[in-house]
């Protein structure tokens, strides 16, 4: 079955950076769009950033949006995010996901939480101020 494990969060002061790493298995990776998303207590899951299939396309949420890097490298099934100049804010569990649910008109990005499956654990990322 379709398995995803993010890693690499921590706790870092306000204006670091983190590298997170999102490990899938059981697809076709290089045939998925993917995603990162992240939740904070007491807060909806929020779509943040997603990335084509091939990688050539991107498109970020405007509260990450110069920020955050997503990539990905096909031939290790694997998904990054580079997070720069982090704040508080950011504080939160953050997910990644293969997007499984496309509009046959719509644009080519979502960052849809209904679009998207095959949840992990997450990984905890935390900014002090």
């Known amino acids: 079955q379709v398995q995803v494990v993010e890693s690499g969060g921590g706790l870092v002061q306000a204006g670091g950076s983190l590298r997170l790493s999102c490990i899938a298995s059981g697809l076709t990776f290089d045939g998925v769009d993917m995603a990162w998303f992240r939740q904070s207590t007491g807060k909806e899951r929020e779509g943040i950033v997603c990335i084509s299939a091939s990688g050539d396309r991107t498109y970020y949420a405007d509260v990450v949006q110069g920020r955050f890097t997503i990539s990905r490298d096909n031939a290790k099934n694997t998904l990054y995010l580079q997070m720069n100049s982090l704040k508080p804010e950011d504080t939160a569990t953050y997910y990644c996901?293969?997007?499984?649910?496309?509009?046959?008109?719509?644009?080519?990005?979502?960052?849809?939480?209904?679009?998207?499956?095959?949840w992990g654990q997450g990984t905890q990322v935390t900014v002090s101020s």
């Open positions: 996901a293969p997007r499984v649910r496309k509009l046959l008109n719509g644009p080519w990005y979502s960052l849809r939480v209904a679009d998207y499956e095959h």
